[in-house]
């Protein structure tokens, strides 16, 4: 990435109204379908300008991944480092998972889009931004198992439950199932859907 320009109070608000507009356009119509020119038109700005802070569209999309997962990562991590039971720091790890994404459900969207593009040649442009935070769950989680109740543990299918749960009920069922009227983002939603995951995890973790 390059080097970022010193950048005064309105290039800053700009920058991020940028970003903004390009998080919300790649994840409604995919890296390749997006273009600079419209996300100059949401933040009513000249295509050109866009080059000031940011030197092509893929420089863009990096940057608007690296703030998504490291915004999740920073959230995980601190729910996951606390000094609470093991059992009560995954629980706490799972809430900040689901209460990020339905607070900023263009990474889930984000993720399915880059997921099923995604090949042998044409590798996940999010594995870099997603490597550190599965670090973290394998040391935090997994590396600690004599804590856990005993059960056999299988960190992907574990994490694949619960993550695949909630990036299908933000990114999917709302255009799936329209005469349910669902609105995932909702408080309501939020809270419901986090209910369930965590019981899901306490039955795979056996505890009650």
């Known amino acids: 990435m390059a080097t970022e320009p010193i950048l005064g109070a309105r290039a800053v608000r700009t920058r991020a109204a940028i970003l ?3 998080e919300a356009l790649f994840a409604e119509r995919g890296f390749d379908a997006a273009r600079l020119e419209d996300v100059a038109e949401r933040v009513g700005i000249r295509r050109a300008s866009i080059v000031y802070y940011f030197k092509d569209k893929r ?6 991944l690296e703030s998504v997962f490291s915004g999740l990562h920073d959230r995980v991590a601190a729910a996951l480092s606390g000094p609470e039971p093991l059992m009560d720091r995954i629980e706490a ?12 459900p263009s990474i889930a969207r984000l993720i399915l889009r880059e997921t099923a593009n995604a090949t042998p040649e044409h590798r996940s442009a999010v594995l870099k931004h997603t490597e550190p935070f599965f670090t973290l769950i394998e040391r935090e989680v997994f590396q600690r198992e004599d804590d856990l109740p005993t059960v056999e543990v299988d960190p992907v299918h574990i994490a694949s439950t619960i993550a695949g749960a909630t990036i299908f009920f933000f990114a999917a069922m709302p255009s799936l199932v329209p005469e349910l009227e669902i609105e995932p983002t909702s408080a309501a939603q939020i809270e419901t859907h986090k209910q369930q995951i965590l019981w899901i995890v306490r039955r795979l973790l056996e505890t009650g």
Request: aromatic content about 14%; glycine content about 10%.
């Open 20 to 22: 903004d507009a390009a």
């Open 59 to 64: 420089e863009l999309y990096d940057v608007v």
């Open 93 to 104: 790890g799972v809430s900040a998972w689901i209460d990020y994404v339905g607070t900023r």
